[in-house]
């Protein structure tokens, strides 16, 4: 059974930072790009970063580009978005996700082969 399972969400400050974590199970994780994409109340899914098969390449979305970082530890079949700087605009619930192409820039979420529960970040004084 596939599973991706975020964590690490909360109510943080602005200026904070945060880590979250998707633990994933049930398929080859090496063999699949992990994205994250949040989706902010009341608004569209938003792709965050994306982070290749063995984490050579990274990429993010401009409005996080500088402020948050994407990695992967294949050995523990988990990815992790760091957050630094986080604004109240950063207030989202956010998913991981996985596929075995690249998918850049691309917040639909039916374009995933996998897609995880999400975890709430709220950015507030």
């Known amino acids: 059974q596939v599973q991706l399972v975020e964590s690490g969400g909360g109510l943080v400050q602005p200026g904070g930072s945060l880590r979250l974590s998707c633990a994933a199970s049930?398929?080859?994780?090496?063999?699949?790009?992990m994205y994250w994409v949040r989706q902010a109340p009341g608004k569209g899914l938003e792709w965050v970063s994306g982070i290749s098969m063995l984490g050579f390449n990274t990429y993010y979305g401009d409005s996080v580009k500088g402020r948050f970082t994407i990695s992967r530890d294949n050995g523990k079949n988990t990815v992790y978005l760091q957050m630094n700087s986080l604004k109240p605009e950063d207030t989202a619930v956010y998913y991981c996700?996985?596929?075995?192409?690249?998918?850049?820039?691309?917040?639909?979420?039916?374009?995933?082969?996998?897609w995880g529960q999400g975890t709430q970040v709220t950015v507030s004084s």
């Open positions: 049930g398929f080859m994780f090496n063999s699949y790009w």
């Open positions: 996700a996985a596929d075995l192409n690249r998918r850049l820039q691309v917040p639909d979420r039916t374009t995933y082969r996998y």
